[in-house]
Nanobody, 127 residues
């Protein structure tokens, strides 16, 4: 059974930084691409960033490009999201998901490409 557990959220003022972490269980972690999505109140879950299984390819939504950076440590089964220059519009619950397919980052920006999700971590940015 695969589980993902997100952590690192919190309350921060605009312009501040946070680093989110996602611990994924399972022995084949290094074979799967991973993604971060977020969901604000009253809105649908949206893509934030994704990283291929080997870390060679990364994808970032336009809204977070140049401010957020996704990375991974396969030795620790961890995925990270470094968030800088935070804005109030970044306020949301952030979720970590595992791609459905081995050695694939096909449709990595689409929520349908992911199967296992964690409970999320709340990020609140005040102005």
């Amino acid at each position: 059974q695969v589980q993902t557990v997100e952590s690192g959220g919190g309350n921060v003022q605009a312009g501040g930084s946070l680093r989110l972490s996602c611990l994924a269980s399972g022995r084949a972690f290094s074979s799967y691409s991973m993604g971060w999505f977020r969901q604000a109140p009253g809105k649908e879950r949206e893509f934030v960033a994704a990283i291929s299984w080997n870390g060679e390819s990364t994808y970032h939504a336009d809204a977070v490009k140049d401010r957020f950076t996704i990375s991974r440590d396969n030795a620790k089964n961890m995925v990270y999201l470094q968030m800088n220059s935070l804005k109030p519009e970044d306020t949301a619950i952030y979720y970590c998901g595992r791609h459905r397919s081995y050695y694939s980052d096909y449709d990595a920006t689409k929520i349908s490409a992911y199967d296992y999700w964690g409970q999320g971590t709340q990020v609140t940015v005040s102005s």
